[in-house]
């Protein structure tokens, strides 16, 4: 519960409805997008920016020209990130509040604590 409610307090003062999934996954739409939406076994492009929830920035290629590929379903990302692609269109950007074991990988970089629960801001650039 305690999660939850940090996670809220995020998004006071935002317009948008905070959506939560079954698995515990909250996110919020920033940005529409348009066309298909993306689905198990699409390959997509994305950016994103990764934190932690005071804010610190733990990766970011948001503003680069540069996305990320990722096979939806694949194991290639976190579940979070799967999970957060699923239905998306071109385009949409989200705000994920990912719970620590949403987002456990078998290893963490050095700046990663694995026991966080970390904010990813997602765009979906690309379906592939």
Do not use: H
């Not at 739409?29 to 298909?36: A, N, V």
């Not at 705000?95 to 050095?110: F, G, Q």
Request: glycine share 10%; net charge neutral.
């Amino acid at each position: 519960m305690k999660a939850i409610f940090l996670g809220f307090l995020i998004f006071v003062g935002c317009s948008s409805k905070i959506i939560s999934t079954k698995s515990g996954l909250q996110y919020k739409i920033l940005e529409k997008g348009s066309g298909m939406k993306a689905q198990d076994g699409d390959e997509v492009l994305i950016v994103e920016t990764t934190s932690y929830r005071n804010g610190t920035v733990l990766y970011s290629n948001y503003d680069s020209n540069s996305p990320v590929q990722v096979l939806i379903g694949g194991n290639q990302a976190t579940s979070a990130v799967d999970e957060g692609l699923r239905g998306r269109q071109v385009g949409e950007v989200r705000e994920l509040i990912a719970p620590p074991y949403l987002v456990k990988r078998t290893s963490y970089p050095d700046n990663v604590s694995p026991d966080s629960t970390l904010v990813i801001k997602m765009k979906l650039v690309e379906i592939i």
